[in-house]
């Protein structure tokens, strides 16, 4: 398997943290509602769970969970410092919430994070943001690791490549000083133009690749589906499940 080298990785990183702290609000503004395959998943989690949400943005799913009567103990992680200022101002003050900022790419991130295990992690648009696959390994081994025995995982990727529209938003690398021969293959450059233009890293996950990933961290797979967009296929949707102790 090809993978980024360590400087390439750095220069996609700080673009992807760059156009967040930038975009962030703008971000947010088009994210008013959840996705569908986000809506799909939420009432499976039970109403006492411990939740952590990985890239919990501006606080959407919280806010979802507490009108399905959520009444656990909920933790967002993000990096974006304007979108947790959004988070922890429309937070619902009657629950049991905290939001963390923290790096995913940072090794110490888990030390933020108030100590598990958690019945639930939730990483919704957060993946295809991570460049090369030995860092999503690490991330996702580290967030599975927070799991307690038969807690579930729940993900979603962004499968852009289903809309012909989302493909013309492909900009060469060379936008950003770099070559398609230093990244991996299914890694694209993306811009943006909502109060302003800019630029920001993807990964396209084949269902077998994102399979491979979880299988690969130890996790159970227990169902795969497309979700999301125009033609409901622009969100690739896995949960894992954390094996019980053999007895």
């Known amino acids: 398997m090809i993978s980024v080298d360590a400087l390439t990785q750095k ?10 702290q930038t975009f962030g609000e703008a971000f947010a503004e088009k994210r008013g509602r959840l996705q569908p395959g986000v809506d799909r998943l939420l009432p499976r989690i039970p109403p006492q769970a411990r939740v952590l949400d990985l890239g919990c943005g501006h606080g959407m799913v919280l806010r979802a969970l507490a009108k399905r009567g959520f009444r656990g103990e909920y933790v967002g992680v993000d990096f974006s410092t304007p979108l947790l200022a959004q988070a922890r101002a429309n937070a619902p003050a009657d629950l049991r919430s905290r939001f963390v900022q923290a790096d995913l ?10 100590a598990g295990p ?15 696959q030995a860092l999503r390994q690490r991330v996702l081994t580290q967030a599975a690791a927070l799991l307690r025995p038969g807690g579930a995982l729940m993900l979603s990727v962004w499968a852009f490549l289903h809309s012909p529209r989302l493909r013309q938003r492909a900009q060469p690398w060379e936008r950003v000083g770099l070559t398609a021969s230093q990244v991996d293959p299914g890694d694209y450059l993306l811009d943006w133009r ?43 949707y896995a949960v894992g499940r954390r094996p019980l102790p053999r007895e």
Do not use: I
Not at 118 to 132: C, D, M, N, R, S
């Open 11 to 20: 220069h996609l990183l700080a673009l992807n943290r760059q156009f967040y």
């Open 105 to 114: 790419t940072d090794p110490s991130w888990t030390s933020k994070v108030s």
């Open 118 to 132: 958690f019945e639930v992690v939730l990483a919704f648009a957060v993946f295809h943001h991570l460049p090369g």
């Open 194 to 236: 909502h109060r302003g233009q800019g630029l920001r890293y993807v990964h396209h996950f084949t269902p077998a690749e994102l399979e491979a990933l979880l299988r690969r961290t130890g996790l159970d797979l227990k169902e795969m589906f497309l979700s999301d967009g125009e033609n409901g296929r622009l969100g690739l």
